[in-house]
């Protein structure tokens, strides 16, 4: 995260980068698996997905992340969380 505060960068924002790349990392995964693998990464990478909300959150609740930016990154997130929802429920 490149536009946090000096005190925050190197704590919460190195974990926020390290999920969203584990997440990215596990939805490319899933597209080269079959089936059960699929759904086991697929899981896997909507509870980081989850994990990325919240600490997302805490980073805009200690005003490292401005407002703006919070809500443009949740409305990606939320939308990212409802494909891979529909794509765990097809492959259920």
């Not at 925050?8 to 490319?28: P, Q």
Request: hydrophobic share 45%.
């Amino acid at each position: 995260m490149p536009n946090f505060q000096k005190d925050s960068r190197y704590t919460i924002g190195t974990k926020i980068d390290s999920l969203f790349l584990e997440t990215i990392e596990l939805i490319i995964k899933a597209s080269y698996s079959d089936k059960l693998e699929k759904l086991i990464s697929l899981k896997n990478a909507s509870v980081k997905l989850d994990l990325l909300k919240f600490f997302l959150q805490i980073a805009w609740e200690i005003k490292s992340l401005d407002n703006k930016k919070y809500i443009l990154i949740s409305e990606k997130l939320n939308e990212i969380g409802k494909m891979l929802g529909g794509w765990i429920k097809v492959l259920k």
